[in-house]
């Protein structure tokens, strides 16, 4: 299928233009403070949580993600110092900076993108990323929950920065099983959403790491560059023609030889935490 008669001449320059007419969001000035005080490590604690006090609704959201099944934590955390002293700056970090890019991209893009949907998905993906990494990576799997969770960012921004052109791509990608989203978008624009994604990330000074998850994530044949877990949850898409899992667990089981019924379980629970974390984070 494609929306355009030809490809634009300079495709780099194409997306650039896109993504500036769209008016892509800036995170909010105590958002940047937060993170930049959860990166320096001379910091005080008392510090983040003055600054964080300055958005009540960022921190609302924080404790209630935190306390979710997702997180896994047996004692309820009340407290922006308490969840600092229980996850670490590193996974502070990666809290703020998933619900900001939640909080930042837009609820209502075209007919075809479903916001719920969509955030459930990326929820699922998370939580499996995180289960997988505890198998596929020790000692770096909290590192992937936002890697999970932020795969498919630029999606809300291009559905709604052209939203006719995008919204029949998307029907077309939701609507056939096995068909590439990012065959779709390569062969109409010229460009796809990992690359849309690596792009909004660097607009947000999102962490290197993160950037080429988001950037690599359908790269199946290196496992995306190493990062086995991101690959394998870039099998889940939102539609109910074709959600990816049997793909996914034939990947896991097969090339990276984890136990199916670990893998099918793990699939259960990441996609129940995934509904309540997109209910969690309305």
Known sequence: MKLFSKKPKNQAASLEELLSEAKVPHFSRA?????RLLRNPESETEEIVQIAQWDPNLVLKMLRTVNSAAYGIRHQITSVPQAVAFLGRGQMESLVLGLAVRNALPEKASPSFDSRRFWETAGWRASLS??????????EADDYFLYGFLQDVSLPILAQAI???YDALLGEWLDHDGTSLQELERESFGWDHCEAGARLANHWELPEKLRLAICD???HESGAQGRVAVDLVAYLRESDVDTGVELLQKQAVDRYQLPQPWVEDAIRQ???E???LAELLE
Do not use: I, N, S, W
Not at 31 to 35: E, R
């Open 217 to 219: 994530h359908h790269d």
């Open 31 to 35: 958002v940047m403070q937060l993170l």
């Open 163 to 165: 939203p006719d052109q």
């Open 270 to 272: 990441a996609q129940e």
């Open 274 to 276: 995934g509904k309540e």
């Open 130 to 139: 995180r289960l997988l990494a505890t198998r596929l990576h020790p000692g």
